[in-house]
């Protein structure tokens, strides 16, 4: 039976050698390939593809490493054991905005074997750097510009993530006492910023479209901010994302006022749901009033920590002056690996495809069950009815291994959840989750009705 197991790869997304994994997976779980079975020598089964026979031998190495398969030295590759989670042993993180993991490992992996063969560049990365190399700011300004995104190559300041980021901004241009006007619900890293740096942070109320622009200017003119902190593209963690006309009466208004944007744009929108940074806004009208911070972290992997800092002319010196003052350089090494996978064009892969799916997923679940959602990229924001608080569903879910945030953790406290979409491995394990989530929610609302 393991010569002749030739699956269908066309009814699965992603690259040819994820869409082998996810085949196998489904063979275990459908009983075609039983536990001991043996699977078709890698050269065979590449021919009977259609595929190279790397393409095989890297899915055979995801799936030994996921633990489906096992593979025994002049033998060949056998099947090892259901790859399906017990409900009860399900671990998953839906608590953490991160990219699904599908390409990243073996990417990564090429990229570091091509570094380890140039001993050349190696060399050019291994010494203290004050400034990074011009090589990586040209392949960085180019990227950006094919996203739509003009700036010099001088304005682009490189960080360790995006949270570095914030930090250096805040550090650079406000002192102790200042206040820092932000949304009212917002990554919770802002207000941990600002707190260390004795920096008053006050949100503004939100709409549909954005901040609430009446109360915003309101606060403006009694507390004279010199910055403003905003997630306009994909508003963490509501999901919003500003109007065309909130953008151009924000930059309006700092032009008016003299305030600084922040403007974070670290998390990730699909294709279909990105729009152009306020940023690039501010070039065309020609109001150098935006900070422009992004990373790769949430376009390729948290651990790839890779910000950086789009700054207008005249702000260049003091924010270099403050990332310096916290760690002096940041890693050629880490730039160089970034810079490698925007060459190959691998930051996103084939993921789009697979959090498509799983937004429609979530989105039925909410039918399902009657909720307000919105949904964009990663997350997803959604309320919850009277009889069932958000913190009894995320403790009730926790104690099942499914683990999300509850509003509080961004400062809302009106019986809100957010769920993330990247955690699970595979489709039958982010399966499993929505089950859980969904016979969860269906045990206390009826756990409610009865004590009604």
Known sequence: MGTIWIPDLDVFVGPKYQRLVSAIEQGILQKELPHGTKLPPQRRLADALGVTIGTVTRAYALAEQRGYVEARIGDGTYVNASPVPEMANLQLNMATCQQPLTDQISTLSDC??????????????????????????????HWLKQRGIEQQSEQLIFTHGGQQAIFACLNAFLTKGDVLLHEQYCYPGIRICAKQLGINSIGVPLTSEGVDLVRFEALVQIHRPKLIYLTLNNQNPTCIQYSEQQRQ?????????????????????????????????????????????????????????????LVPEPLIAALRLAIHSQCWMVSPLNVELA??????????????????????????????????QRWRGLNGWIQLPEDIKAHHLVTALAAKGVLIRHGDDFNCHDNFIRLSLGGAENDTQFRLAIECIESTFNALKQNAYSVV
């Open 112 to 141: 570091l074997s091509l570094l380890a063969k140039d001993p050349t560049k190696l060399s050019q990365l291994l010494g203290y750097r004050a400034n990074p190399l011009d090589q990586h700011q040209q392949t960085f300004h």
């Open 249 to 309: 009466q924000l930059l309006e208004l700092a032009q008016q006022y003299q305030f600084y944007i922040i403007e974070d744009d670290v998390n990730y929108c699909l294709p279909e749901e990105w729009h152009s940074p306020l940023w690039q806004l501010a070039q065309v009208l020609n109001i150098q009033r935006v900070i422009y911070i992004s990373s790769l972290s949430k376009l390729f992997s948290g651990g790839l920590r890779q910000g950086f800092i």
């Open 339 to 372: 810079c490698q996978l925007i060459k190959r064009g691998h930051i996103t892969a084939n993921r789009d495809a697979i959090i498509r799916e799983r937004q429609q997923q979530c989105i039925a679940l909410g039918q399902r069950l009657g909720l307000t």
